[in-house]
């Protein structure tokens, strides 16, 4: 099994560099996120062997239960959330990732502001975009990004360190990319969260700097 992890790693590694060399960019400037959520601990263990150390998961608990007791053992580990946030949730998450990038409601950023006061430490936030304005995902709707932005960095004093998005699935990502670059641009925000396995090269191309992938790394979920 590490060799098949290794394997579709070093492939995933070489596809960003050279979408990131198509684009005139630095392959380095572009973070690979292993999603690791609802992966076997075989398969977890053989990604960490190959050298992986930045992952993404969906759910607090689930996160809580498989990464807490590796912290010790890998200092070097990034975990971010990249799933939808409860407030109900925010303390826990705070003191587990060290990335939250789906902040995108006022709610959201009270509790997670009163949760880092009492943890007295501040993850790094991204803001979640809805770039398709989709009813069933979470996230700002581009038209209100621009004042959300400012509220959270004028009420709450955080720094957004940068934007995500998740495309719909039946349409082109390419739009979606551009829209949230715009979004970014305008707001002197520096970091893209965008692309996943099936469209990581070509959010490159539009100027992630980190792209979260999970099948193409670990094979399907069952």
Request: a neutral charge.
């Given at each position: 099994m590490f060799q098949e992890i290794q394997a579709a790693r070093a492939d995933v590694l070489a596809r960003i560099a050279a979408a990131a060399k198509g684009a005139g960019r630095d392959p380095a400037s572009v973070e690979l996120v292993a999603?690791?959520?609802?992966?076997?601990?075989?398969?977890?263990?053989?990604?960490?062997?190959?050298?992986?150390?930045?992952?993404?998961?969906?759910?607090?608990?689930?996160?809580?239960?498989?990464?807490a007791g590796r912290r010790a053992a890998y200092p070097d580990l990034e975990l971010r959330l990249i799933g939808p946030l409860q407030s109900n949730k925010a303390k826990e998450a705070v003191e587990l990732f060290d990335v939250i990038e789906t902040l995108d409601r006022e709610k959201l950023a009270g509790a997670l502001?009163?949760?880092?006061?009492?943890?007295?430490?501040?993850?790094?936030?991204?803001v979640q975009v809805?770039?398709?304005e989709e009813e069933q995902k979470a996230g700002v709707a581009p038209l209100d990004a621009d004042a959300f932005i400012a509220k959270v960095r004028g009420e709450f004093r955080f720094v957004v360190e940068g934007l995500m998005c998740i495309p719909p699935a039946d349409e082109p990502a390419g739009p979606h990319f551009a829209l949230l670059a715009k979004i970014a641009k305008r707001n002197g925000v520096a970091m893209l969260s965008m692309g996943m396995s099936a469209?990581?090269?070509?959010?490159?191309m539009f100027g992630a700097t980190s792209v979260r992938v999970?099948?193409?790394?670990?094979?399907?979920?069952?």
């Open positions: 999603v690791s959520k609802v992966q076997p601990e075989e398969r977890i263990e053989a990604m960490l062997a190959a050298g992986q150390r930045v992952y993404g998961e969906n759910r607090v608990q689930e996160a809580e239960a498989r990464w502001a009163d949760a880092c006061a009492k943890a007295g430490r501040v993850p790094r936030l991204y809805n770039t398709g469209d990581y090269e070509t959010a490159v999970g099948s193409a790394l670990f094979g399907a979920r069952g």
